[in-house]
């Protein structure tokens, strides 16, 4: 079974501090692997993907994620926070059996502090 | 350009009313999706849509129909209207091909029913 794990609920960083958001996966496949922002009261965008070519990715933003398999992990990083990077944040799985439906994970909450 | 428009964006019902949400995309995407969102960020997929044809109708109460007039646009209808139907509802939509794992958001449409 296919599934997906947002290692933690809330991640509280100092503005200019790195951010890291953790992320596990669990597929039978390769899968296809995602990052999704979702600011206060707006919809969902795509910060990133991963789609079997390079592993480390890079998104929108200045956040970029390393794809390691051996780890079954899919990590969202950034360098230095801004406070407009204040949001929830999704990682998701897209499975190789399944052509249209997404895994979610339940959401990281990405808390900056001034 | 707006890639994925809902309407409304907030809706106030009360409880055993029928109430309509729609959706239009501008992509050319041929297919589109319906997430439900709780209070909790959570979330989970409702239908999805293949050129007007249904493709994922997870277990959802049948007071949720949606209809498909064309693949530009994808409307969810609720019956009856219940409290734990208060959430925000997302709509979505993908390409089919390469790239169709690929998810585009509109901004939402916060339900409450009172």
């Known amino acids: 079974a296919q599934s997906v794990t947002q290692l933690d609920s809330h991640v509280s960083v100092s503005e200019g501090t790195p951010v890291l958001l953790r992320c596990n996966y669990s597929?039978?496949?390769?899968?296809?692997l995602f990052w999704y922002v979702q600011h206060p009261n707006k919809g969902l965008q795509l910060l990133l993907k991963?789609?079997?070519?390079a592993t480390l990715v890079k998104g929108i933003n200045g956040f970029e994620a390393e794809f390691k398999k051996s780890e079954t992990s899919f990590h969202l990083t950034k360098p230095s926070a801004h406070m407009s990077d204040a949001a929830e944040y999704f990682c998701?799985?897209?499975?190789?059996?399944?052509?249209?439906?997404?895994?979610w994970g339940a959401g990281t909450k990405l808390i900056i502090k001034p | 350009d707006t890639a994925v428009s809902q309407t409304p964006k907030y809706l106030v019902t009360q409880m055993g009313n029928d109430k309509s949400i729609k959706c239009e995309q501008n992509?050319?995407?041929?297919?589109m999706y319906w997430y439900k969102q709780d209070s909790k960020k959570f979330l989970k997929i409702m239908f999805s849509?293949?050129?007007?044809?249904?493709?994922i109708n997870e277990t959802v109460p049948n007071r949720f129909s949606p209809k498909s007039p064309d693949k530009a646009h994808l409307n969810l209808h609720i019956n009856s209207l219940e409290l734990g139907d208060s959430a925000v509802y997302f709509c979505?939509?993908?390409?089919?091909?390469?790239?169709?794992?690929?998810?585009?958001f509109g901004a939402g449409t916060r339900l409450s029913v009172l």
């Open positions: 979505a939509s993908s390409q089919d091909g390469g790239a169709k794992n690929i998810q585009y």
């Open positions: 597929s039978s496949y390769s899968p296809s």
């Open positions: 991963y789609t079997s070519a």
């Open positions: 998701v799985v897209a499975p190789m059996d399944s052509n249209y439906q997404l895994i």
């Open positions: 849509y293949n050129n007007k044809e249904l493709i």
């Open positions: 992509l050319g995407h041929d297919t």
